[in-house]
């Protein structure tokens, strides 16, 4: 049961305590079309153009009643336009824990981990699901791993999908390159609504905007 997000939690958004303009968003987590939890994401626009971010995740999956998996991470981010400046990321993949540290160094985003560190040249974004641009990008930062994944963002269809209890039109892209493939849902307008994602054991896991 373990590692069903290992490939895709670098979502973020943003939060500070006292900033002004906060937008809170919320996530229901769904496996097999069962609520496991949420993963609430904040943004907070800064001084000079940054923009604060954060996101956290909690969710649990039982087994006749008994908790066999639990997920749990935590991200702060702090980007200028789509560029990632700094992040601080800890995750609970089931009995595994992750950190991951990212600093801006003279041009170069420098990332650091448990068992390595490295140095990115340029602009570089993680999986930010909530920015469209992303689906311009042929590399993102992985903020569970700190591994940049080669990825490529294809467009397939335009859907029906539940959002907040109706259905709204939105277009589904392909995200392919990662661990395993997984459909992301924007709306005409860029609105990231959910994810859809294969996981272990041919499961469905599922992100639905609340």
């Excluded at 600093?103 to 974004?125: H, K, N």
């Amino acid at each position: 049961m373990k590692r069903y997000a290992a490939w895709w939690v670098c979502l973020a958004l943003a939060g500070s305590a006292g900033a002004v303009d906060a937008r809170t968003t919320t996530f229901t987590v769904l496996l097999d079309g069962e609520p496991i939890g949420e993963h609430r994401f904040v943004q907070t626009p800064q001084r000079d153009g940054l923009l604060e971010l954060t996101s956290e995740a909690n969710f649990q999956v039982r087994l006749l009643g008994v908790p066999v998996y639990r997920y749990q991470h935590r991200a702060q981010e702090l980007w200028q336009g789509d560029c990632l400046q700094t992040l601080k990321a800890s995750t609970q993949d089931g009995g595994e824990s992750t950190q991951v540290d990212a600093s801006r160094v003279q041009g170069a985003l420098v990332i650091e981990t448990g068992e390595r560190r490295q140095q990115v040249d340029g602009c570089l974004m993680s999986f930010a699901y909530w920015n469209p641009v992303m689906q311009r990008q042929n590399r993102l930062l992985n903020v569970q791993t700190g591994r940049i994944e080669q990825v490529q963002l294809t467009r397939i269809e335009t859907a029906q999908i539940d959002v907040r209890g109706q259905m709204v039109s939105a277009q589904r892209w392909r995200l392919s390159g990662t661990e395993r493939p997984l459909d992301v849902w924007w709306t005409a307008q860029g609105q990231w609504v959910g994810l859809d994602a294969t996981v272990s054991g041919g499961r469905k896991l599922s992100y639905r905007l609340r």
